[in-house]
């Protein structure tokens, strides 16, 4: 009898545990965390929804979603992306038998690499239309469109390759050979670009095209792993944490909200704009969660935020064209190599909209510390306002903003842009109709 209970105990733990592969073969993890517009195969996203491999994941303007992986890696994919978990088979007994493939089919995506990722780097993959990307056990982003592929390197390191013989997009595992390159983390301020007609990447200045460029991140976003308790890590370093020179405290201005103002018959518009964290001895003006929650995020760039009041959104004119003078701005430059802040004024400012063409132009002379810049960009209006540099071969700087009828017009924008290989200079400008 106590032997057949032996065999018993055996058998029961032998099927718990092709129980438990089986459930690792079929769930690549589950949503942590999701914003604004997001489906999984179509249908819309709940917290904790469960991800099976073969799962498509969607987002729209304004979405993002954070997938926690059965390993505790995150695949966090940021607004306007598309992306498909192709396999996400761990095996814990015999990591050899671990199979990953994730594929970025358009927009940004950030992959921080798991415990099976780790184990198994030689069976792990990441497409894009254009790229095969393998990891040294790594925290990476990608933006992708259907010609063209950029990789940033958080942590660790990544070697990527264009589609060529012997490295086609059904294989799996890392591209390596003559027309493969590699990034490391310590490569400040370079990135990766692949071409579909240039397979070989090359290795570029990040110069306002990296994908934190074009799709921020927003400040909860995870870390590169989670704590023991199973709570998220965040990884955006709280600026107060750097190594800021103290003394330029009290050349910064204060962040403040816009008061709501008459919109003519379409009820209380209001543009909620400043930074989220602090700067240089100054408090922060903004609570992100309270605000995510509340209000319509138009734009989240470095440490500043725009918001508008939900259901406020206005339809521009089809005609005409407006100029608007810059009533209240802050910006800063950052030195990400010594991590010093220092405060940048912003002068000869100017915004042009025309309705006709639903196009804007704007342009300033951005001081700072180490020299005087002209920043400008240009790009298009949407139907509900909004609007945003779509070329950023025409511009030196990023800039998503909203325009809204307070006062026959007003508008609000956050701009982002390279200054040179180690500075970054970022901010937020209020506009009001001349």
């Given amino acids: 009898m106590k032997r057949h209970l032996i065999q018993l105990a055996q058998c029961v733990a032998l099927l718990g545990g092709m129980l438990q592969a089986s459930a690792y073969a079929d769930n690549a993890g589950h949503i942590v965390f999701v914003s604004g517009k997001a489906d999984i195969g179509g249908q819309s996203v709940a917290l904790n929804s469960p991800v099976a491999e073969g799962a498509e994941l969607t987002t729209g303007a304004d979405g993002y979603l954070y997938l926690k992986t059965i390993d505790n890696g995150f695949f966090i994919l940021r607004p306007n992306s598309r992306a498909r978990i192709v396999a996400y088979h761990v095996d814990t007994r015999e990591p050899a038998n671990t199979h990953i493939k994730l594929e970025l089919l358009n927009g940004v995506a950030r992959s921080i690499s798991g415990d099976a990722v780790k184990q198994a780097r030689q069976n792990f993959r990441f497409n894009t239309p254009v790229a095969a990307i393998g990891v040294r056990g790594t925290d990476f982003t990608v933006y992708t469109n259907q010609e063209t592929s950029r ?236 609007f945003s540099n779509d070329n950023i071969f025409t511009s030196n700087m990023v800039v998503q903003g909203v325009l809204t009828p307070e006062n026959g017009g007003a508008a609000a924008y956050l701009f982002k842009s390279r200054l040179d290989d180690t500075h970054l200079a970022a901010g937020a400008t209020v506009w009001a109709k001349k």
């Avoid at 959104?313 to 220092?342: C, H, I």
């Fill in 151 to 386: 990789i940033a390197v958080i942590s660790g390191g990544v070697v990527a390759s264009g589609f060529v013989p012997g490295c086609s997009p059904q294989g799996t595992g890392p591209c390596e050979g003559s027309m493969s390159a590699e990034l490391f983390a310590r490569q400040q301020g370079q990135l990766l670009q692949i071409s579909k007609d240039q397979v070989k990447p090359l290795l570029l200045q990040s110069n306002g095209v990296a994908p934190d460029v074009i799709a921020p991140p927003r400040p909860d976003e995870p870390g590169s792993k989670a704590a023991n308790t199973g709570s998220t890590v965040i990884s955006s370093t709280p600026v107060n944490e750097l190594n800021l020179d103290p003394k330029r405290g009290a050349d910064i201005k204060q962040a403040i909200s816009a008061p709501g103002l008459n919109t003519n018959n379409q009820g209380t518009s209001q543009i909620m704009w400043g930074r989220w964290a602090e700067v240089l001895g100054q408090p922060a003006k903004l609570d992100l969660v309270k605000l995510s929650s509340e209000a319509k995020t138009i734009a989240i760039l470095d440490n500043f935020a725009l918001f508008q009041t939900k259901n406020t959104e206005w339809q521009p004119p089809n005609t005409g064209t407006m100029g608007f003078a810059l009533k209240d701005s802050e910006a800063y430059v950052r030195d990400e190599v010594k991590g010093l802040m220092t405060v940048a004024q912003i002068q000869n400012a100017s915004l042009n909209v025309d309705f006709a063409k639903a196009t804007f132009a704007t342009n300033f002379d951005l001081n700072t510390t180490i020299g005087a810049y002209k920043l400008n960009s240009v790009g298009s209006v949407d139907s509900k306002g909004q």
